[in-house]
């Protein structure tokens, strides 16, 4: 059985920092291209970010030089490290796993980002 599980949304003031983690189980993690993509109330999900397996990055416009994405591949687990974060940086955040080789996808459950004063 696939999971992957979210873990470190939270509340944070504008300005300040957040690492949502994402573990994996069930995949060969080493193999497939890592994402996080958000959702905010009324809006579509967009991507934010992605690691491809041999590291390469991809990030959103909107996030560029604020998120990065990291993986582990021995944890099985992929980051995000969000500094300078904006009200509109507030969302549900989901892990998101993609082997296109074998037409494979899983979305995690989500953590809640909410960023306020």
């Known amino acids: 059985q696939v999971q992957l599980v979210e873990s470190g949304g939270g509340l944070v003031q504008p300005g300040g920092s957040l690492r949502p983690s994402c573990a994996a189980s069930?995949?060969?993690?080493?193999?497939?291209?890592m994402g996080w993509y958000r959702q905010a109330p009324g809006k579509q999900r967009e991507l934010v970010t992605t690691i491809t397996s041999g590291g390469s990055t991809n990030y959103a416009d909107s996030v560029q030089g604020r998120f990065t994405i990291s993986r582990d591949n021995s944890k099985k687990t992929v980051y995000l490290q969000m500094n300078s974060l904006k009200p509109e940086d507030a969302a549900v955040y989901y892990c998101?796993?993609?082997?296109?080789?074998?037409?494979?996808?899983?979305w995690g459950q989500g953590t809640q980002v909410t960023v306020s004063s």
């Open positions: 069930g995949i060969t993690f080493s193999y497939y291209t």
């Open positions: 998101h796993a993609d082997h296109r080789g074998l037409h494979l996808n899983y």
